[in-house]
């Protein structure tokens, strides 16, 4: 992610008012806790440039990519993405309370976003 945008999200955040909430001691599993703390990513955000807003392909490129967008819209087989069916959707998450299933965010106009407008997106 670019600079600016990291930025301009960070002072979005500071705009939301504070809730209180108590939040538990983080607790990071095996290997993960073993990677923490975790060094810095080279190369650093200074050197992230974002693509023109008016490349409209390069510029969504850009923004699926930082917002990570694929690891939950890709379905998943025995523990993998499935990337010839990228964005296909299809993954539940099974959390405590309820049950969310990823939509299929593809172009397609029966299953996926096809017929979205660009507002309604
Ligand atoms: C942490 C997992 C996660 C990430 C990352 C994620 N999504 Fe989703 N997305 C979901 C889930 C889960 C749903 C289904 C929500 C529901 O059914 O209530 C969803 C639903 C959607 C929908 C359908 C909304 C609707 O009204 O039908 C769109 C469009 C979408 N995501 C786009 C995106 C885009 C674009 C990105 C990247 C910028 C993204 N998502 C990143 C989990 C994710």
Same mark, same amino acid.
């Given at each position: 992610?670019?600079?600016?945008?990291?930025?301009?999200?960070?002072?979005?955040?500071?705009?939301?008012?504070?809730?209180?909430?108590?939040? &538990?001691?983080?607790?990071?599993?095996? &290997?993960?806790?073993?990677?923490?703390?975790?060094?810095?990513?080279? &190369?650093? /955000?200074?050197?992230?440039?974002?693509?023109?807003?008016?490349?409209? /392909?390069?510029?969504?490129?850009?923004?699926?990519?930082?917002?990570?967008?694929?690891?939950?819209?890709?379905?998943?087989?025995?523990?993998?993405?499935?990337?010839?069916?990228?964005?296909?959707?299809?993954? *539940?998450?099974?959390?405590?309370?309820?049950?969310? *299933? *990823?939509?299929?965010?593809?172009?397609?106009?029966?299953?996926?976003?096809?017929?979205? *407008?660009?507002?309604?997106?």
């Amino acid at each position: 992610m670019a600079k600016s945008d990291l930025l301009s999200i960070i002072a979005y955040i500071r705009t939301l008012k504070p809730i209180k909430n108590k939040i &538990p001691e983080r607790q990071l599993m095996i &290997p993960i806790s073993m990677a923490y703390p975790a060094p810095a990513l080279q &190369p650093s /955000v200074d050197a992230n440039v974002a693509p023109p807003e008016s490349d409209k /392909v390069k510029y969504g490129e850009y923004l699926v990519n930082f917002a990570d967008c694929s690891t939950c819209h890709t379905p998943f087989v025995k523990g993998q993405p499935d990337f010839s069916r990228a964005f296909a959707g299809g993954n *539940t998450f099974n959390l405590a309370s309820f049950k969310v *299933t *990823t939509a299929n965010i593809t172009p397609d106009s029966a299953t996926g976003l096809g017929t979205w *407008t660009e507002e309604r997106f």
